[in-house]
């Protein structure tokens, strides 16, 4: 058996740790500084050249950028959330864990009502909205992705039909 010759590889260090740098942990991830208010100055300083990433959906992305309204993107959150069976947004849930000690909480039940009211908003959804807002919402993809989206024109047509789209069903559901 003959030995090898390996030379150790040395890699700088990393300024601050990001996680890790797979394809599917860095999907959806922004890096931003994390800054703070001087309070001498009024500014926002980053002294140490700190760095951090967050998740952000497509959702919210379009709203920061200001192609959603604030009702628009909250309705798409709480369909998204009715989609998925997380009740973070319903104020009946604190309640329900309370008596869930009690031992007659059926979770299976919980789940239904909130399919039932993914469903109910779902029918508030128009026809020709469905299928970019199922792309945009329920699986957190960008218009661009959509097939048949190939230059701006388009983009800006999936988008009038998303911001349609939510309108109607925020009109619907308030």
Known sequence: MMAVKVDKVTLAAAPW???PLTPSQIAGKTIEEATYQDPETGKRVNPN????????????????Q???????????????????GMPTRD?????????????????????????????????????????????V?????????????VDGR???RHLDRLQRGLQALCEAWA
Request: hydrophobic share 40%; proline share 4%.
């Open 17 to 19: 740790d990001l996680g």
């Open 154 to 156: 388009t983009e800006a």
């Open 91 to 135: 104020p009946l849930a604190a309640i329900i864990r309370v008596d869930a000690s009690a031992g007659d909480f059926d979770h299976e039940a919980a789940r239904v009502d909130r399919r039932r009211k993914f469903f109910r908003m779902w029918a508030e959804v128009p026809t020709y909205a469905r299928p970019v807002v199922e792309h």
């Open 49 to 64: 050249g700190v760095i951090r990433t967050r998740r952000e959906t497509w959702v919210g992305r379009y709203h920061r």
């Open 66 to 84: 200001g192609k959603l309204t604030d009702a628009q993107a909250n309705i798409a959150v709480e369909l998204f959330e009715a989609s998925a």
């Open 137 to 149: 919402i329920l699986r957190d993809n960008s218009l661009r992705s959509m097939p048949g989206c």
